[in-house]
């Protein structure tokens, strides 16, 4: 038997279980998309969107054993434009220059920076001297100063006087790109704004859904004040501008931090409480119970539930995520099938993709499906593999930890990847957490929302502060635990696709052959724990720079540019804050910070006056400036001119990168 005839006969072997790869080709080909430097032409979405078409058709008629080869090109292809369709329907005006004055618009969105400040994201903007076809769709401000916050409700025109400018770009080179991410939500420009923001008219008809959520947000944390209402509006609203910086450390610091956001755990326990009850409640009635298909219209009602939980939480795209996964369980519950499976994950992976192709970036899209991949496939082993059954009262137990342990694991990877931090005692938060989530905070929205008509919704929100006190005392003593958070330096990033594809081969390959899975996962594993960092990083406004030394990186100034400061340091695994960073400093003049690096020195120049005291310059020589500067000499000056051409700038292995070399020339680095 020749080769081909073997590797025929080994795809023949993978019949029926093939479709869970589906969605991992197609995100093979939104990565691509993503990946290219040059922004492809429309003809080329479309001949790839076609493409795939044509080579889907051939797939299926197709009976021979290399089918799915083809079957994972068509998918591949048509993720490929999918993605670039997507990036080109939400295309809109970006602001491309630096603008001060008055800002008028409709609040469409209200929440928190990661400063606490409160934003408001604006439609139908009006900015003095613009053009309407230069003014950007959406704008969104945060606000400092004086603010008179009853104000800001859903539809209302305000008005105010502030700055805004184009989306930032990565901080440092091949770092996350922020102007990608806000093109995808229709930002064309970001600020702020020190000054009273001031009612411009009453609310616009339209946003009923969103005025709904805002007004159920203020009668829960009327019933709940403080963090345990600001919580209590999270879980039921995905309103999460009442929860305090503080609440919120502290559930990042103990990995609970995703019980505030309305994903597939919340939305699960909602649907599958609902189905419980309803099922529940029609067998108490023998005679309807024998003539009625009472699991399929407990899974009907349970599905209306997630809908309308949906509708109330603003349906973001970790609802939207959340909702579909719960929804093909569900409907294969309503179809006779089995309603947890791989092939249900696959389809709601699928779904997503396909409506929101740039999910596949982001944090929320990969832990949510890495942890469900990854319960699935070891509960389905321990119901496959025939284990000795637990007593009755000990199989609860055994579901929490099995379940937070799997969800756990598989989800730390990414989690540190994107955020540089390990919970040391996440597993025993959440083991101690979730049930209580389950039994009673969930439980008790549900009793809350069947009570509200009748004025009585207080006595749910009682039960659900119970819950939530609990959850968040639980918060703040693990994250005051010695060593309760671990830090990591941020990965190359071909570490998670190798990482992730190796464990899906583990899953999804049947046979012995699975177990190679396990190569790539330690091999990516291993170089992320010999991850090099950049000896160099130079803000893009050239109001900083970060330099590698032996005690971690040294800044080169104590305050200023404080979210740069921080991402370079979260990047870097290193905890330190900015002040302890800037002592890290080799002595040198206040405003003309010197850093020698691989026979280079780079000179950072802050301010007016220091900029004025240099006028020449040596070969050798990098000049950053905060200013702009006109030096005579051989020397390379980034001054905020230059530097808003190239981007925040890296130097490793004496090899000097800008950001625009890592981002390409895409549509929303124009």
């Keep these: 038997m020749g080769r081909l005839a073997r590797m025929e006969q080994v795809l023949l072997a993978q019949r029926g279980h093939l479709f869970p790869w589906a969605p991992v080709f197609m995100a093979g080909g939104i990565a691509l998309y993503f990946a290219l430097l040059v922004e492809p032409e429309i003809w080329q979405i479309g001949a790839a969107g076609g493409g795939g078409l044509i080579a889907g058709a051939i797939a299926a008629r197709w009976r021979s054993g290399f089918a799915p080869f083809v079957w994972a090109l068509a998918l591949a292809a048509m993720g490929f434009a999918l993605a670039g369709g997507r990036a080109h329907l939400v295309a809109g005006p970006v602001l491309d220059w630096r603008y001060y004055g008055p800002i008028e618009g409709r609040i469409v969105k209200i929440d928190r920076s990661a400063s606490d400040a409160l934003r408001l994201t604006l439609d139908r903007v009006r900015l003095d001297d613009v053009r309407p076809a230069k003014v950007p769709e959406r704008v969104r401000i945060s606000l400092h100063g004086e603010q008179v916050f009853d104000r800001f409700s859903p539809g209302v025109r305000v008005m105010t006087t502030g700055h805004l400018s184009p989306p930032q770009g990565p901080v440092e080179p091949g770092g996350f790109d922020f102007r990608r991410n806000a093109w995808f939500q229709g930002l064309g420009a970001v600020g702020y704004t020190r000054v009273p923001v001031l009612r411009a008219a009453p609310a616009e008809g339209g946003l009923w859904v969103l005025k709904l959520r805002m007004a159920a947000s203020a009668r829960v944390q009327a019933a709940l004040p403080g963090d345990v209402g600001g919580f209590a509006a999270a879980v039921t609203t995905g309103d999460r501008s009442g929860v305090g910086q503080a609440a919120l450390d502290a559930l990042r610091a103990s990995n609970l931090a995703h019980l505030l956001a309305i994903s597939g755990l919340h939305m699960g326990l909602l649907a599958g409480f609902v189905f419980a009850v309803l099922r529940i409640g029609m067998a108490l009635v023998p005679a309807f119970a024998l003539r009625a298909p009472v699991r399929k219209l407990a899974a009907g009602g ?3 539930a997630a809908a309308a939980y949906l509708a109330l939480s603003g349906g973001n795209v970790a609802t939207e995520r959340a909702f579909i996964m719960v929804a093909v369980a569900l409907g294969a519950l309503l179809v006779d099938r089995r309603a947890i499976s791989l092939r249900a994950v696959a389809v709601a992976a699928l779904i997503v993709l396909t409506l929101r192709p740039e999910a596949l970036l982001g944090p929320g899209f990969q832990m949510s499906f890495a942890a469900t991949t990854a319960l699935v496939a ?18 609860p137990v055994l579901g929490v930890v099995i379940s937070s342990a799997v969800a756990g694991a598989a989800t730390a990877p990414v989690g540190a990847a994107h955020f540089n931090t390990l919970s040391q005692y996440g597993l025993l938060a959440n083991l101690v957490s979730v049930p209580v989530m389950g039994t009673f905070v969930i439980p008790a ?3 809350a929302a069947c009570l509200a008509p ?8 009682w039960i659900m502060g119970l819950g939530l006190r ?11 635990l010695e060593g309760a958070q671990g830090f990591v330096a941020s990965p190359a990033p071909w570490v998670l696709p190798v990482l992730a594809l190796g464990a899906l081969w583990l899953i999804l390959w049947q046979g012995r052959a699975r177990f190679a899975g396990v190569l790539p996962v330690v091999a990516a594993l291993l170089l992320w724990g010999q991850a090099e960092r950049p000896a160099l990083l130079v803000a893009d406004t050239g109001g900083l720079i970060g330099m590698m030394t032996a005690e971690g990186r040294a800044l080169s100034k104590p305050r200023g540019a404080g979210f740069v400061a921080s991402n370079w340091l979260e990047n870097d695994g290193d905890p330190a804050d900015q002040q302890g960073a800037a002592a890290r400093w080799p002595d040198s003049p206040d405003k003309l910070r010197l850093a020698r690096l691989d026979g280079l020195d780079i000179l950072h120049v802050i301010g007016k006056r220091a900029a004025q005291s240099l006028s020449t310059c040596a070969s050798g020589q990098i000049i950053v400036s905060s200013v702009p500067l006109t030096l005579s000499g051989p020397c390379e000056i980034y001054d905020p001119k230059r530097l808003r051409r190239t981007g925040s700038l890296a130097i490793q292995n004496g090899t000097l990168i800008t950001a625009r070399d890592r981002s390409g020339t895409r549509l929303w680095t124009r």
């Design 454 to 461: 009748f004025g009585l919704e207080v006595i749910g929100f």
């Design 470 to 480: 609990w959850i968040l005392g639980v918060a703040h003593w693990t994250a005051g």
């Design 445 to 447: 929205a549900v009793l």
């Design 302 to 304: 349970a599905l209306a």
């Design 378 to 395: 070891v509960f389905g082993w321990i119901r496959d593999a025939e284990l000795p059954r637990a007593p009755r009262w000990l199989t």
